[in-house]
Each structure stands twice: as C-alpha cells, then as structure tokens.
C-alpha cells in the first residue's frame, strides 16, 4: 500500500540521506521510476502536478502508483505537487493520495500559513503527510511561471515560524534553485538551508533538483535536504530518446519500439539520483 512520507523522511534527516520526488507524467514514467527503485531497494515519492493530474485521471495516477507499491513491495507516497488549493488537495486524498503539497507562496505570508494549517488539519486525521512552500522557486512548471526577478528566497526566520505554526511535514524553501533545466549553474545559498534545517525537526525541500550539478546536491543534503524533486531531467531523457529513435526509422510505427527505450533512459536517469541521494537500500 502507499504510505506517507513520515513512513521515510523522518530517517532521511536522521541518517543524512535524501529521499528523491520523482514526477509522474505517464505510465512509462511510472514503471521507469519504480523499475530504478526496486533495482536499488530504496524508498521514493510518486509527484503527480496539477497539470500531469489533469493529463492521466486521477483515476488512472491513483491505480498506477498502487500497482507500483503493490509490484514492488516499496515505501511509495503518492503525493501532490504543488498542489494550489485546499479543495484540490482534498479530491486527491479521498481519491488515493498518501501526501499532498500545499504551495501557498503565492500568498502574503500570514494567509500562506492559515491556508497551509487548514490542509494540514485535515490531512493529519486520515494519517496524509504534507509539504509546505516558502518563498518563490524560478523557472517554469506546467502553467506555473516565476522569472528570475520574482523569485524571492526564503528567510529562516520566516520559515522557522512557519513551520511552528502550520506543524507541516516538510517544508520547500527557495534557496537558489528553479524549476527547468539551468542555463548556467544555480546559486544555491546552503547557509539558509543550514540555518533552517538545524531549527526545525522535519527536512527541508529542494525543488527544481533537474541539472543541479552533483556536488551541490550532496551539499545541500549535508546542509539538512531530505527530500528533493527531479521532474525535467527525466522528460528531457525520454523525448531525446523518442526523437533519436524516430529520427533513426522514418517508418516507425509501433509506440513498443520507441517507448521501450525512453522507458530505459529515465530508469537510467533515476537510478543516477537514487545512488547520488544515498537513499539506496533504505528500502
Ligand atoms: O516540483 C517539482 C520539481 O521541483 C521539479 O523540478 O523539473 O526542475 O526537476 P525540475
Ligand atoms: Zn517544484
């Protein structure tokens, strides 16, 4: 069955280590993301968007992650991400979801904490972790667009009251990182994930975890990063190799012959995150 993500995280910080959100945005990813996990025993969360809800059903996303738990015998959370509303987050925890994200960075401070206590109230009584925003992650995901100049970074201060306040189970802070591949490096301020990890007991969220290089990833884990999201690195892998292989055969016809190796490239892809996360054998 799936789980929340308080079956996992809680020994993520503990033991130093990060359990990767890796998203969801078809079958093949799905069986991609598993596949790497059972290879290397570890725990990992299912992101399912808004926008990737709206593509599968969220009939479809629900009866393939638990397909997944059940194939796998894994710790699996299926968890909304980014979701936008206290109403959405409702629909995916009576349909099946196991943790949600409520980013409510797009409101004043204070109103983002009353919106995100109320999802946490009712997600605490039917056993679903949740995940809170602060500050304003750049780049683009889906519908959501933040340029580089309205991406805020988060104030320890701010988000350690945050935290005491909505009591969340993990806690996404903008530290430098955005959503999409980076044209140059990410400035990563590690003092402000230091400075709220060491003040709260739950991890600290990295978003944006697509083509950070690998060094800042295991500093950012030393800083206090538990858990981190990984969505277009995988998207990029599966149509590179879609277009090589339509590219290669004109006549192609069968989605068999192209998905096989897409399939194959993003279990290539994840299984790189899982060892450099250190959450191999976690399981
Ligand atoms: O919420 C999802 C992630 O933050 C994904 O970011 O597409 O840059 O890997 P990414
Ligand atoms: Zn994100």
């Not at 093949?28 to 399912?48: D, R, T």
């Amino acid at each position: 069955a799936l789980v929340s993500m308080n079956d996992f995280l809680p020994k993520a910080k503990a033991g130093k280590y990060a359990v990767g959100q890796f998203n969801m945005n078809n079958l093949e990813f799905a069986q991609a993301i598993v596949e790497a996990a059972i290879e290397l025993n570890s725990p990992f969360i299912y992101g399912v968007s808004e926008g990737a809800l709206k593509y599968m059903g969220i009939e479809f996303t629900v009866a393939i992650a638990e397909a997944a738990a059940k194939k796998s015998g894994l710790p699996i959370a299926l968890h909304l991400d980014h979701g936008s509303s206290f109403e959405v987050a409702m629909k995916c925890i009576r349909a099946g979801f196991s943790s949600v994200m409520f980013d409510g960075s797009h409101y004043s401070f204070e109103e983002n904490i009353r919106l995100t206590k109320e999802v946490v109230k009712a997600a605490r009584a039917m056993g679903v972790s949740v995940e809170g925003e602060l500050g304003t992650i750049g780049g683009v995901e889906d519908d959501i667009s933040v340029d580089e100049e309205h991406a805020n970074l988060a104030k320890p201060e701010e988000a350690i009251r945050f935290y005491e306040e909505t009591g969340v189970d993990c806690l996404a802070i903008a530290v430098g990182t955005a959503h999409g591949m980076y044209a140059g490096e990410p400035n990563i301020h590690f003092d402000i994930i230091e400075a709220v990890s060491k003040a709260i007991p739950v991890p600290v969220v990295l978003h944006g975890g697509s083509g950070v290089p690998d060094e800042m990833i295991r500093k950012s884990i030393a800083a206090g990063v538990g858990k981190i999201n990984v969505n277009t690195e995988n998207q990029v892998a599966c149509t590179e190799s879609i277009r090589a292989a339509l590219n290669k055969d004109a006549k192609i016809y069968d989605p068999r012959k192209y998905l096989t190796p897409a399939r194959s490239a993003m279990i290539e892809v994840v299984k790189s995150k899982i060892q450099l996360f250190g959450s191999s054998n976690q399981a």
